[in-house]
């Protein structure tokens, strides 16, 4: 009686609180959960919180046919729905819209299956609002959708990349239809030309980005590029015909140029770069990896007059110590400097470079395998600021520079994947970083359970873990960080071959884990599978590749339990043709499927599974014996509904 009399007294307190607060309070509240799952709680409590956060929720991503209109008419005010893991955008996904029409600013399709220009024609028609539209590797998407798109007058940003059938003629239908357009990302989109990039400058005063990445364009539109006065951020990765004569056009400085992205451009030196550093006083940012051979001295003085500039890339590039003395002693502001595969960097240059460099933030030096623990004692006594740091390949360094670098407090990614020298009293140094996020270890022989527990025991923030070939690692150091790193979002665990389903059985416990491989773990069963799908309920990826003991008990327990589950690699395991059905069938998200070598599923199998899902997916892996087996029917519904099929010619290999 007095436990029913307390129960009645909490929920008339929680009552008369909610009444004294205002709407305006309470959305203010909201605004402060930042984790989905505080607020899926929240929504739990009472009708006025999920009330509330219906109001206030402005953002969305839908995955399922049967949700979207329940989602869309419960949440009146959302600006932003991202249909990028939806099934295909039709005529139902528009009329869904309308619920939100008045408010929607933003729309996402990148991958989305079926776009056509009805479809977007309609959007554009009944979302005034729209002003940014992601259509990034919708590669069916040519000149009538581009041409649908024009009628959306307050276009502000626009995704192209990957939309290979878009050419100069729909590119010119935006460009006059869309004049308020100030980012746009034409990345992969062979068929324009000058033509059309000339025109859309011409039409596009006001761009800010651009993005004209892998285009075969030439000296004609690098010098109408560079009279946009309002350009800020500039990509033209490996664009065949950009060279310094086409940099010089930058020259003169005529537009307010930060950021400028020259990677794989074979034919750009110094000399290029040093015209666009010349013509922008207001540059921040010099992205020139691979290719980029040689960096001059005068280009460093040069850049060292740049007030606000914060991020140099010249990965692949021959970099002399008197070189990184330079850009240590004038570039005083850098926050990040990639220097992936650098020939020439060695302890002294490293040395050199940090010694001025108090507001580095991330630095990559993956590859540069000639660097010590000497180079990450400078890196530590210079950089206290530092956030992420990649040392991959780097096989001389050891306990003794992760003893230095577990001083940088603020660490929060660290990538030491192939570093042999790392052991587990190295891992006892690093996990001083309490801050940390991501740490890869893959290929780290030397570590062990004994490591893994120092991680685990004071990493509690650690969401990205990378074990990948992690061969001393077992069940005990899963247990181990399964109890202290309860945040974790991806774990991998491939070729880690002494894991069995014990150890999955601890995994099992990460409920906000979204992303597991566990490739060839020879000693996982269907037990430890049916253990996974219970308790991982937010799986979106999920790699089973040459778990050889997998069968149909294992994937039943992941229909059941995994509904979110968007990508599979089931290649070897020992599903049946009733197994691969059910994956198929059931799984209402899955647009990935690897399926290679299920030597138990016949040739009905497969038809009778990929027919039960063709409408959903966008790729799926199969032996290349099977193009000939099932039926041209099938294999046109695949095609029709945009799914792309990657065919192999493999031999069974055990192992």
Known sequence: MMKKNRSLMCCSSSSSILTVLTEDLLIRVVLKLNESDDLKNLRLVCKEFLRIESIQRKKIRVYRRESLAGLLGKYRSLESVDFSAYPAFDSAAVAALVFISGSLKKLVLCRANRVRSAELEAVVRCCPCLEEIDLSYCCSVGDREASALSGAKGLRDLKLVKCLGVTDVGLAKIAVGCVSLERLSLKWCLEITDLGIELLVKKCSNLKLLDVSYLKVTRRSFGAISSLKKLEDLSMVACPFLDDEGLHFFKNGDNSLQKIDVTRCDNVSSSGLLSVVEGHSSLQQISAS????????????????????????????????????AIGLSCNNLSEIGLIKCEGVTDKGIKELVSGLGNLKTLDLTCCSAITDAALTAIAESCKKLTCIKLESCEFITEKGLSQLGSCSLLEEVDLTDCIGVNDNGLKYLSKCSELLCLKLGLCLNISDKGLCHIGNSCKKLTELDLYRCTGISDDGLMAISTGCKKLKKLNLCYCLQISDGGLKYVSTLEKLCDLELRRLTKVSSAGIVAVAAGCKSLVELDLKRCYNINDTGVWALTQYSPNL??????????????????????????????????????????????????????????????????????????????????????????
């Open 290 to 325: 691979y290719y980029f051979n040689d960096l001059m001295e005068p280009l460093v003085s040069k850049v060292a007059g740049l007030k606000d500039f914060s991020c140099i890339k010249l990965d692949t590039a021959c970099v002399s110590t008197s070189v990184l003395r």
């Open 566 to 655: 968007r990508q599979i690699n089931l290649s070897y395991c020992s599903i049946s043709d009733m197994g691969l059905r059910m994956v198929m069938a059931n799984m209402k998200c899955l647009q990935d499927a690897k399926l290679v070598h299920l030597t138990q599923v016949s040739v009905e199998g497969f038809e009778m599974a990929l027919r039960a899902s063709c409408e959903r997916l966008k790729k799926v892996k199969l032996l290349k014996s099977l193009k000939h087996l099932l039926s041209k029917e099938l294999l046109m519904m695949l095609q029709s509904g945009g799914c792309k099929v990657r065919w192999v010619d493999k031999d069974f290999l055990f192992g």
